[in-house]
């Protein structure tokens, strides 16, 4: 069973920093991509930043000199370094990653439960 667990959400004021972290542990035998999404209430779940394990990243217009995603191969962890934060940026943020299974040798895909930033003066 392989399970996500994200850490760091919480509130900050604008202008603020945040780091999001997200630790994939179980059985996999590799890590292809990782990525962050949000969700803000009453909007649907866009994707805010991705990263393969091989170091390429891409980012959403809206986070673009903003936001930084990096990876710790060793740790098996994904990071969201979240600057000049606005209230826009408000939503749940998910963990999303696209792992080779141990037993199979396929593809599959796994969301952790989400950590909530909530940007307010």
């Known amino acids: 069973q392989v399970q996500l667990v994200e850490s760091g959400g919480g509130l900050e004021q604008p202008g603020g920093s945040l780091r999001l972290s997200c630790v994939a542990s179980g059985s996999f035998s590799s890590i292809n991509y990782m990525s962050w999404y949000r969700q803000a209430p009453g909007k649907q779940r866009e994707l805010v930043a991705i990263?393969?394990?091989?170091?390429?990243?891409n980012y959403a217009d809206s986070v673009k000199g903003r936001f930084t995603i990096s990876r710790d191969n060793a740790k098996n962890t994904v990071y969201l370094q979240m600057s000049s934060l606005k209230p826009e940026d408000t939503a749940v943020y998910y963990c999303y990653a696209n792992l080779r299974s141990s037993v199979t040798g396929t593809h599959v895909t796994y969301w952790g439960q989400g950590t909530q930033v909530t940007v307010s003066s």
């Open positions: 990263i393969a394990w091989g170091g390429s990243t």
